[in-house]
Nanobody, 126 residues
Framework: QVQLVESGGGLVQAGGSLRLSCAAS????????MAWFRQAPGKEREFVAA????????YYSDLVKGRFTISRDIDKNTVYLEMNNLRPEDTAVYYC???????????????????WGQGTQVTVSS
């Protein structure tokens, strides 16, 4: 079965960096977008970044643009999120998602994604 497993979360001070990883298994997502979402306590889950076939088709929320970088390793079926200059408002559970169908090209649209990881906690202290 398809499984997505996130790792790399933790506690960092404001201004610090973390690198999240999401390893997918069960099928290849090389031709499908993968994305990161996050959810803070008491808030709805929100889009962070998405990666399709080429960096031209990588997208970011305005909340993280210029600070976060999404990347992929096709051979490892893995997507990463490099987070720099972290802020306390970045504190959230970060979820990896993968699309299993060519249903839409709105990569920030949460229902687009068919597979989800369990999430990894990122806490940024001030």
């Amino acid at each position: 079965q398809v499984q997505l497993v996130e790792s790399g979360g933790g506690l960092v001070q404001a201004g610090g960096s973390l690198r999240l990883s999401c390893a997918a298994s069960g099928r290849s997502f090389s031709t499908y977008p993968m994305a990161w979402f996050r959810q803070a306590p008491g808030k709805e889950r929100e889009f962070v970044a998405a990666a399709y076939k080429h960096p031209r088709f990588y997208y970011y929320s305005d909340l993280v643009k210029g600070r976060f970088t999404i990347s992929r390793d096709i051979d490892k079926n893995t997507v990463y999120l490099e987070m720099n200059n972290l802020r306390p408002e970045d504190t959230a559970v970060y979820y990896c998602a993968a699309d299993g169908f060519s249903d839409t090209y709105d990569f920030a649209y949460e229902p687009k994604y068919d597979y989800w990881g369990q999430g990894t906690q990122v806490t940024v202290s001030s």
